[in-house]
């Protein structure tokens, strides 16, 4: 049974930094598509960041330069380093792993994708 669970968030003010992490279990980690979603009050989710299997990362205009998604095989761990946090950037993000790739590869989530409960990052200006 696959199981992710998210940490790290908290409130921080802006241009500060946080560090989100997934822990994963159930599947074999190191062959899935990896990723993070948030969702701010009122809006869709939205996709933040995905990791392929190969270490290949993409990003949402929205983290690029400022968001970093890496994954340690090791451990099962994704991980999320968010720096120069801005008030948008307020929002539950959820860890989700993808064993089809579509996320990684179109940037969209199918019925397969499983998903954490989220972690709540709170920005204030």
């Known amino acids: 049974q696959v199981q992710l669970v998210e940490s790290g968030g908290g409130s921080v003010q802006a241009g500060g930094s946080l560090r989100l992490s997934c822990a994963a279990s159930?599947?074999?980690?190191?062959?899935?598509?990896m990723g993070w979603f948030r969702q701010a009050p009122g809006k869709e989710r939205e996709g933040v960041a995905g990791i392929d299997s190969d270490g290949s990362t993409s990003y949402a205009d929205s983290g690029k330069g400022r968001f970093t998604i890496s994954r340690d095989n090791a451990k099962n761990t994704l991980y999320l380093q968010m720096n120069s946090l801005k008030p948008e950037d307020t929002a539950m993000y959820y860890c989700v792993a993808d064993p089809k790739g579509t996320y990684c590869s179109g940037g969209y989530c199918s019925s397969f994708c499983y998903w954490g409960q989220g972690t709540q990052v709170t920005v204030s200006s």
């Open positions: 159930g599947y074999t980690y190191s062959s899935y598509c």
